[in-house]
């Protein structure tokens, strides 16, 4: 069985936006559903990160070869085994799996006081069926709310239509992926990772500081910023924007949010 994680700290930022705590009725909590980073994500570029197992049995940190920015969730994954352990187990039971076996695994999972699902604080869509599979789980559970960033965008156009139809399933393209450029030239709703308020306000974009702009329904089409966040490798300029961010007091207004491969890790 699929193992779901629940995000206690994002709770009571989303139970005070109305439009999610309507999703939370009930005493209903927040979850996530994690894939093994890097390995899950198949378009991922300027974040990509590996935790890789080495002879020692020992797990290490990998970037990729045009890696800006290092991938929060593989960083957990190389330093916890029991995170390690889950979400590896949880791309091992999906992946080589149909769609409508994919959509049993998901469902049959499923936390019975579930309100808000994340798909992927860690991993991204590694396929097409795997994105429709959640598409089918949203649409079948109305009074739940699914929320994923994405770099797998090619998935997305390919079925846009449909996916863009179903009212509690809310994607954001994630920028820092091979195909970037079909953001702006599909329109797609997306999440830029900025290394500073200053750069937000150039970009003229809002910064979603606990990831209530991302899930939020009424937003789908409305482009956002998060700020960078996370272990950076040092002596880069994501190193020195964390540092100057961080002296700034800028995560003070609850801001959770982390990069990851398929997009923000909270």
Not at 93 to 112: C, F, H, Y
Not at 167 to 187: K, M
Request: with cysteine; charged share 20%.
């Amino acid at each position: 069985m699929l193992k779901y994680s629940q995000a206690n700290a994002k709770t009571h930022a989303m139970s005070a936006v109305p439009e999610l705590a309507a999703y939370l009725d009930g005493k209903r909590k927040i979850y996530s559903l994690d894939l093994l980073s890097g390995y899950s994500c198949p378009f991922a570029k300027a974040c990509l990160s590996k935790a890789v197992v080495g002879e020692d049995g020992k797990r290490r940190i990998v970037d990729g070869p045009d890696n800006e920015f290092r991938c929060f969730s593989a960083s957990q994954e190389a330093q916890y085994p029991n995170v390690y352990n889950a979400r590896n187990h949880n791309f091992d039971t999906l992946r080589g799996l149909s769609t409508l076996d994919m959509v049993s695994e998901i469902k049959n999972g499923l936390p019975k006081n579930a309100g808000i699902i994340r798909i992927h604080v860690a991993g991204d869509f590694f396929n097409k069926n795997y994105m429709l599979a959640w598409a089918a789980v949203a649409a079948v559970n109305p009074s739940r709310l699914f929320y994923a960033y994405t770099k797998s965008l090619k998935y997305w156009l390919h079925h846009r239509e449909y996916l863009d139809s179903i009212p509690n399933f809310v994607l954001t393209a994630s920028y820092g992926g091979r195909d970037d450029h079909l953001i702006a030239t599909e329109g797609l709703r997306s999440a830029t990772v900025v290394f500073s308020e200053a750069e937000a306000d150039r970009l003229g974009a809002d910064i979603d500081h606990d990831d209530s702009h991302a899930a939020r329904p009424s937003l789908r089409n409305n482009s956002f910023a998060l700020l960078l966040h996370g272990t950076q490798p040092k002596g880069t300029d994501a190193a020195t924007a964390l540092r100057e961010l961080k002296g700034k007091g800028s995560y003070s207004r609850n801001n959770t949010s982390s990069l990851t491969n398929g997009g923000i890790m909270v």
